[in-house]
């Protein structure tokens, strides 16, 4: 998708991703030999070497690459690296990325060091957090693949077996009442403009749906949501897009679960229901150019995760052939070759002119999703 922007402003963009048609190749076919893309690893320094001779910017989709590489290729100041190493080293450290927002003086909930992973120092934190106890690892966590949701002390032993010998830590439960998510884009200069807020609705930790605009009463949570993100985003360093995950209780009280340091899920929607996609803003960040308006251009709207629910395409395939005739639905496949149990493989954007029209777009669209709904 920020390979779909990028084309469209006339941006020359090095792809650095494991093969030689991974999805975003597939939208970008370099024109020129000096802007072949990379075949190789994100983790892979000497791959990230060879890329940054080749751009005079460079930026991540992901939090989870080699940072070493990345502060060896600062020094050089001969490429400009957004957001910078010392925000994507402490944000791919979700212990320390806490740690970081807590000095900040960014409402988080409460958490604490598992310092190794032992028996032992799992019981030491429920002592001290309570059950249910959120254990995830510090590392290398995505859509959940890296959270145990520990109900009982006997499933210690199940969740240090899960996690394997990953860094963790733990985390207190929070009863929240919703989930909500701000985009928030970060010049070169440092200020910072947000999106709307949006509620996100998660399956088995893994995002399903967003809803854009925020479906609160409260016109408050909207605004407190978006100054809690942009002071968040405001405590990093560098440009581009971050999306900032919160919860919000019932009260109204919001904390801050994580932040990601790019292009987010819960940003997909900018696409068909903003005036400047979170794609298209990232790029304009980046190169310090003008944003755009992050307004809403639509009353309402809900993006659809499709994730696999097997390694069988067909199921999606015969979807998407569903999906097709529902009114305002915008379809994204990734263009991933192969389709497994719990992978994002592409999303579905449903716009309307109001609430109540976009769920009843939504609604036959969930009797058919080939993942079981609960
Ligand atoms: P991603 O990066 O894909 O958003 P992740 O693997 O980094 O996901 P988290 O965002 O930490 O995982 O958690 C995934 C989901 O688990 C959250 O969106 C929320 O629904 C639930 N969750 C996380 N932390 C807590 C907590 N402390 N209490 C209750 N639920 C939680
Ligand atoms: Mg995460
Ligand atoms: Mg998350």
């Known amino acids: 998708m920020l390979a779909a922007s990028a084309s469209l402003l006339n941006i020359k963009v090095v792809i650095l991703d494991v093969g030689e048609h991974s999805p975003a190749k597939q939208i970008l076919a370099p024109t020129d030999p000096k802007f072949t893309h990379i075949d190789g690893s994100f983790k892979d320094p000497e791959k990230i070497l060879q890329l940054s001779e080749k751009v005079d910017v460079l930026t991540v989709e992901i939090e989870h690459v080699d940072v ?28 320390n990325q806490k740690i970081h927002l807590q000095k900040a003086g960014i409402a988080v909930a409460e958490f604490l060091k598992i310092p190794e992973p032992t028996p032992e120092a799992v019981h030491a934190a429920m002592d001290k957090l309570g059950l249910p106890l959120m254990i995830k690892s510090r590392t290398l966590a995505y859509d959940g693949r890296g959270n145990f949701v ?56 893994i995002c399903l749906l967003t809803f854009a605009p925020l479906r609160s009463p409260d016109p408050a949570t909207i605004e407190n949501a978006r100054r809690l993100a942009e002071s968040a985003v405001l405590t990093f360093e560098g440009a581009g897009i971050f999306g900032v995950e919160m919860f919000q209780l019932l009260d109204g009280t919001l904390y801050v679960n994580e932040i990601a340091p790019r292009p987010h899920n819960s940003g997909h929607y900018t696409i068909e229901a903003c005036e400047t996609s979170q794609f298209e803003n990232h790029l304009r960040a980046i190169l310090n150019l003008p944003l755009g308006s992050t307004a809403l251009k639509v009353p309402s709207s809900v993006m659809l995760n499709l994730i696999g629910g097997s390694n069988d395409m067909s199921q999606l395939t015969s979807f998407v052939g569903y999906a097709l005739n529902v009114p305002g639905a915008a379809i994204h496949m990734y263009g991933k070759t192969e389709c497994r149990g719990g992978r994002k493989m592409g999303h579905i954007t ?7 029209q976009v769920n009843d777009r939504l609604r036959p669209l969930l009797t058919q999703l080939p993942i079981p709904m609960s």
């Not at 070493?68 to 212990?95: C, E, F, G, M, N």
């Not at 240090?160 to 830590?169: E, G, I, S, V």
């Open 68 to 95: 070493d590489i990345l502060d060896k290729v600062a020094q050089s100041r001969r490429v400009q690296i957004h957001p910078s190493p010392s925000t994507i080293r402490v944000i791919q450290d979700k212990y």
């Open 150 to 205: 520990l109900r009982h002390a006997s499933e210690i032993e199940e969740a240090l077996a899960t996690l394997k010998d990953r860094p963790l830590y733990a985390e207190k439960w929070v009863k929240f009442e919703r989930e909500i998510a701000v985009m928030v884009v970060r010049t070169v200069n440092g200020t910072v403009t947000s999106y709307p807020a949006v509620e996100t609705v998660h399956k088995d930790n």
């Open 350 to 356: 449903i716009v309307g002119d109001s609430d109540a």
